[in-house]
RNA sequence: GCCACAGUAGCUCAGUGGUAGAGCACUCGAUUCGUAAUCGAGCGGUCGUCGGUUCAAUCCCGACCUGUGGCUCCA
């Protein structure tokens, strides 16, 4: 039987007419051995395969070279085949798992019976260059199952993977000298591709991702194509190291922790200021229109019994005892959602009211497992700029509309930017599809009046209503799902919530859920990393520092200082001993944003030397009152600092 | 919760089977200074907790506590 002839199409138009089969190496080198030398992979018909692969389909033929982003993967999915090679050479006892290409390197999952050290991490690291060196060319295979089973026999976790794949599916092994995985590919051609790389850490992995099945040793990885890319990728790291909002929190006196309240915050007097300056604009933003309420932190468990947090969520709750039942029959709220319901229906309501915005800001707890515990960003207690509003079907258009805006501005004024992530109904839900046509349609109109762009996520939504969700990318470059906005109509039923219509009937309203920060805690670990410290005049927990040159000034300052105080301006005098160089030193150190400087001809002419956080030695000759109505209006206007260093 | 790693002065960290050190901070003294560290002296630690091994443990072993990285990215 002759082979079937496929046509595929170069990106200068022409045609090229190959036999089915032919791998796509021969393909490349007809076109010129130049672009083979550069050739990584090729894409057929926009599906990347690597050069070893036979080609099974015409179509748009194209060449990637390095400078081709969907190369990368492939590199770096052969990096993860080298680590395996370089492991299996010193730990012969290494039985593998998968090693895939992950968004910024890739790892490899190993079952061993002894954990790896770093010295094993740095022996791997030095034997992968001797495997790059070697030049190993990646050798692919297409097998049987029969042969896979022979090849893997030692391998139970590849036996247990080769053992899914369905008889229709080709099932190919990689060789890259003396190691051959199971692998779908693709890869570089061999292994001296791999020149710029490095192992990151080790950790432990579930096979699978299950926790039921065994713990695997996972190494991570990254590389890249040039030299320069991967020292920017480590230098990435080390600026992120350098803006952890854990270690930028204690250089700037924010919080702490203690062993003894594990995953709960304690705020300093700066930190105090910081969350309190957030809740101050919050509640201004919410002066019109929303209820702030307060509600009980601890409850019986009845409350959640309806909820039905007792049956699902009981593991996350922190139970209390009652000393006379000798139950765990209240627990701290891990929520504040059952309780506002509460609120809702202690009293009749007409539509009139609606949509009716209970805000708050309580105290939430929820037992994560200690595992998951980390900084600011993953605690236990915590608040949240928590919203329900409860009102008719008819309104969530409107409302949708306001509290999207609503959000938008607030990320705005930290110089965050939003994409929005549109979730629609799961496949279990409750309702009618036309309720879940009309709130999708809500949000829909909704999101596309704000103009912003939306991902659909089909099917994400919760069972009780669609959402929409708020993903907030930083200052340097991470993303964050913050805010959310949820429609719930599964609440209302289960509280038996009710309004009086204009019919004087009862009528079941529909809640949103609504959060803008997200938490607090969290929300200010993203600041803290966003502004890497340096916050806006109107956050940072200490606006001005007066400092005179000499004790001769410290009067004139003090003076200084109490005006500035008066006029609602943070500001401290530091008068120590200290050299106003130390000084100086100590207010950068402390990221103040502004340093008022009093020596002899400011004291006499009623002016300050001021010195601007990060500006270096530049400073601004400028009378008190004008510097005073100047921070002021940074305050008031909530300005941004100047372009991050 | 599970795996690995870590826990030494307020902070950052060094160190050793024979009960500990540096710099900064802090206190005191001197210095009164013009934009990122003035000089000197001093104070300060049950080496995370409990247990074991040992003549002897901060160091070796075990458990616990707390923290850090990770436990979805498919052969």
């Given amino acids: 039987m002759t082979p079937e002839t496929l046509q595929l199409v170069l990106p200068n138009g022409a045609t090229r007419d190959v036999a089915a089969g032919t791998p796509a190496r021969d393909v490349v080198a007809s076109i010129g051995p130049g672009l083979l030398k550069a050739a990584i992979a ?97 050798v692919r295979a297409e097998i049987s199952h029969g042969e896979g089973e022979k090849v893997f026999a030692d391998d139970p976790l590849k036996l247990e993977r080769l053992a899914e794949l369905g008889p229709g599916e080709v099932i190919s092994t990689y060789t890259d000298g003396p190691f051959t995985d199971l692998c779908r590919g693709p890869h570089v051609p061999d292994t001296s591709y791999l020149q710029h790389f490095k192992l990151l850490s080790t950790a432990g992995a579930y096979w699978r991702g299950d926790e039921k099945r065994q713990m695997l040793q996972r190494i991570y990885a990254t590389a890249f194509w040039k030299k320069d890319e991967l020292d920017a990728h480590i230098h990435q790291m080390e600026e992120a190291r350098r803006r952890d909002h854990r270690v930028v929190g204690k250089q700037l006196d924010l919080f702490m922790f203690h062993q003894f309240a594990p995953g709960a915050a304690f705020w300093t007097e700066r ?30 468990k009845g409350l959640w019994e309806i909820s039905g947090h007792w049956g699902k969520y009981r593991e996350n709750m922190f139970l209390v005892l009652d000393n006379e039942t000798k139950e765990h029959d209240f627990s701290l709220k891990p929520m504040n959602c059952p309780s506002h319901y509460l609120m809702y229906s202690a009293r009749k309501h007409s539509y009139r009211e609606l949509p009716l ?18 900084g600011l960003t993953r605690v236990r207690q915590f608040q949240q700029d928590d919203c329900h509003i409860f009102l008719m079907d008819s309104q969530i258009a409107d409302e949708v509309k306001r509290l999207t805006g609503f959000i938008i501005g607030y990320y705005t004024t930290f110089g965050l930017t939003a994409t929005l992530k549109f979730a629609t109904r799961p496949e279990t839900r409750i309702g009618t599809d036309e309720m879940w046509d009309r709130a999708e349609g809500a949000l829909k109109a909704a999101l596309e009046a704000t103009g912003l762009p939306y991902e659909l996520k089909a099917g994400d939504g919760a069972f009780y209503g669609p959402k929409i969700d ?13 805010g959310t906005i949820q429609l719930d109509y599964a609440a209302p039923e289960r509280f038996d919530l009710t309004y009086a219509g204009d019919d004087n009937t009862a009528h079941r309203p529909v809640v949103i859920h609504r959060a803008v920060s997200g938490s607090f805690e969290r929300f200010i670990a993203i600041l803290i990393e966003h502004f890497a410290g340096a916050f806006p005049v109107w956050l940072s927990p200490e606006q001005v520092r007066v400092l005179p040159i000499a004790s001769d000034f410290a009067a004139n300052a003090a003076e200084v200082t109490a005006k500035m105080r008066a006029a609602g301006i943070r500001a401290v005098m530091d008068n120590g001993n ?4 130390y000084r100086i030193r100590e207010a950068e150190k402390m990221k103040v944003p502004y340093m008022a400087v009093i020596g002899k001809r400011e004291a006499e002419a ?40």
């Fill in 271 to 300: 930190g105090t200021t910081l969350v309190n300056t957030l809740h101050d604009y919050l509640r201004e933003l919410h002066r019109d229109g929303y209820a702030e309420i307060k509600t009980p932190l601890l409850y019986n």
């Fill in 42 to 138: 090729v894409a057929v018909d926009g599906e990347v395969q690597d050069l070893m692969t036979p080609i099974r389909k015409g179509g748009a033929f194209v060449v990637l070279k390095s400078s081709d982003p969907r190369s990368l993967a492939i590199l770096r999915h052969s990096g993860a085949h080298i680590l395996a090679t370089a492991v299996r050479r010193l730990r012969p006892d290494a039985k593998i798992g998968f090693g895939p290409a992950i968004d910024d390197g890739f790892y490899y999952d190993f079952e061993v019976e002894t954990p790896f050290t770093p010295d094993d991490l740095a022996a791997f690291e030095a034997e992968m260059a001797k495997v790059a060196a070697e030049k190993f060319p990646f």
């Fill in 357 to 374: 915005r209970y805000n708050t800001y309580d105290v939430l707890h929820r037992n994560e497992v200690s595992g998951a515990l980390s």
């Fill in 606 to 645: 009623g002016t300050l030397a001021v010195r601007e956080r990060g500006q270096g030695k530049k400073q601004d000759i400028i009378a008190v009152d004008d510097f005073i109505a100047r921070v002021r209006d940074e305050i008031r206007t909530r300005a941004l600092p100047k372009p991050a260093e």
């Fill in 470 to 482: 708020f993903d907030v990318t930083d200052s340097i470059g991470r993303h964050w799902q913050l």
């Fill in 578 to 581: 200290d050299t106003l160089n």
